[in-house]
């Protein structure tokens, strides 16, 4: 397959966030859209909340609500979520490790 700039500019990726809460580890997959240098740069200074709108597209059916129920992707649901500051450590790590091995894995 041919590569192009454009490919690389429209990458989404499936990632594992993975965190610890309450003494127990947690997991879900989050999808994300791969960003330049020089976009993540830009977003970085623009803060957590902004970054992580603009790079998070979706989660799996592994994020669940408090009847074990997969929880929608929507803005509600992602505002509820960025209020919470281990959440978005964990999506942004996750994130960078996605940025970082993108190249190494076949999308």
């Not at 993540?40 to 992580?52: K, T």
Request: aromatic share 12%.
């Amino acid at each position: 397959m041919a590569f192009s700039i454009v490919t690389m500019q429209n990458v989404q990726v499936k990632q594992p966030v993975k965190f610890t809460f309450d003494g127990n580890s947690h997991e879900f997959t989050a999808e994300f859209k791969l960003l330049d240098d020089d976009a993540n740069e830009a977003l970085a200074e623009s803060g957590d909340h902004e970054m992580i709108k603009r790079v998070l597209v979706d989660w799996g059916d592994d994020f669940v609500d408090e009847g074990n129920e997969p929880l929608p992707f929507n803005d509600d649901n992602l505002a509820k979520c960025l209020k919470v500051s281990w959440w978005r450590t964990a999506v942004l790590d996750a994130y960078f490790v996605a940025v970082a091995v993108a190249g190494r894995k076949n999308y």
